[in-house]
């Protein structure tokens, strides 16, 4: 399964936000279950970032999510979050 999260972040707090959400993507990275995953930014609104990662299922990223080290990096950058879902079922993939 992916998940994807996408976040709206002021030009001023760019920096700031991709260290952080960088050390939350390591922090997830260390998660069992975790495939890969990448911090990106659009290239026509600067304001809107992403997080995609790649799981082995959802049981693995919500048990990821719950661990207390991603807890402690990830809510201070929550409340940038676009309130959408994230979680997707893989369909097909090349």
């Known amino acids: 399964m992916i998940a994807i999260t996408r976040y709206r972040v002021p030009d ?3 920096g700031g936000f991709a260290e952080g959400m960088t050390a939350v993507l390591a ?3 260390a998660s069992t279950g975790f495939r ?3 911090l990106a930014r659009t290239v026509d609104d600067p304001g809107l970032w992403a997080l ?9 990223y919500r048990r990821a999510l719950g661990a207390y080290e991603v807890r402690l990096r990830f809510m201070p ?5 676009v309130d959408e879902p994230g979680a997707y079922e893989v369909v097909s993939s090349a």
């Open 12 to 14: 001023e707090d760019s």
């Open 52 to 60: 995609v990662t790649e799981w082995d299922g959802a049981g693995h």
């Open 27 to 29: 922090a997830l990275a």
């Open 77 to 81: 950058l929550a409340a940038l979050a």
């Open 36 to 38: 890969s995953g990448r």
